[in-house]
T-cell receptor, first 114, second 119 residues
Framework: AQSVTQPDIHITVSEGASLELRCNYS??????LFWYVQSPGQGLQLLLK??????LVQGIKGFEAEFKRSQSSFNLRKPSVHWSDAAEYFC????????????FGTGTSLTVIP | GAVVSQHPSWVICKSGTSVKIECRSL??????MFWYRQFPKQSLMLMAT?????????EQGVEKDKFLINHASLTLSTLTVTSAHPEDSSFYIC???????????????FGQGTRLTVV
């Protein structure tokens, strides 16, 4: 069955500290992986995506994620967190070339303290 | 990336009335559109998938007669919440994909979401 697990419901980090948000997936085909960010009351904004190739992908706002097939993981990282990064983060997995839905994790809420 | 516009961004309606939410792909043709519902502090729950010109496929537990979805063109899908009740209050988000990859990508793009409050 297809699923995405984000083990951390809530994370608090200090501004300037590094960040890693975990994502594990289960998918029956070649995964197409995403990280989205959602500010309160807003829609989802794509941070980055992985199709194939280089397993370390760069995204917007200084985020990066590494695809590890052996661990079925796609963790999101940022070397230095800014207060504006406080938001809800969702990991998603889907198939690339079909009309099938994406499967979302339950999200990780990030709080940034000064 | 492509742009998906969702309208309105928020709406308040009286119990028993119907509300229509629009989802438009502004610069690409959306062969497939998805409608999600999000409860506070929770993830997105897929309600239905619609392919242009076809009837929508609803997820288990979603009332198709209550949540009417129309995807009549490659740039517009609508979700109508009929006879809305307070328990229908939620954040509704659409997403659109061009599965043909004509723009070089097939990922989904999301609308801004609609906050529905039924009073």
């Amino acid at each position: 069955a297809q699923s995405v697990t984000q083990p951390d419901i809530h994370i608090t980090v200090s501004e300037g500290a590094s960040l890693e948000l975990r994502c594990n997936y289960s998918y029956g085909a070649t995964p197409y992986l995403f990280w989205y960010v959602q500010s309160p009351g807003q829609g989802l904004q794509l941070l980055l995506k992985y199709f194939s190739g280089d397993t370390l992908v760069q995204g917007i706002k200084g985020f990066e994620a590494e695809f590890k097939r052996s661990q079925s993981s796609f963790n999101l990282r940022k070397p230095s967190v800014h207060w504006s990064d406080a938001a809800e983060y969702f990991c998603a997995v889907g198939a690339r070339n079909t009309g099938n839905q994406f499967y979302f994790g339950t999200g990780t809420s990030l709080t940034v303290i000064p | 990336g492509a742009v998906v516009s969702q309208h309105p961004s928020w709406v308040i309606c009286k119990s028993g009335t119907s509300v229509k939410i629009e989802c438009r792909s502004l610069d690409f043709q959306a062969t497939t559109m998805f409608w999600y519902r999000q409860f506070p502090k929770q993830s997105l729950m897929l309600m239905a998938t619609s392919n242009e010109g076809s009837k929508a496929t609803y997820e288990q537990g979603v009332e198709k007669d209550k949540f009417l979805i129309n995807h009549a063109s490659l740039t517009l899908s609508t979700l109508t919440v009929t006879s809305a009740h307070p328990e229908d209050s939620s954040f509704y988000i659409c997403s659109a994909r061009d599965t043909r990859g004509l723009r070089g990508y097939t990922e989904a793009f999301f609308g801004q979401g609609t906050r529905l409050t039924v009073v």
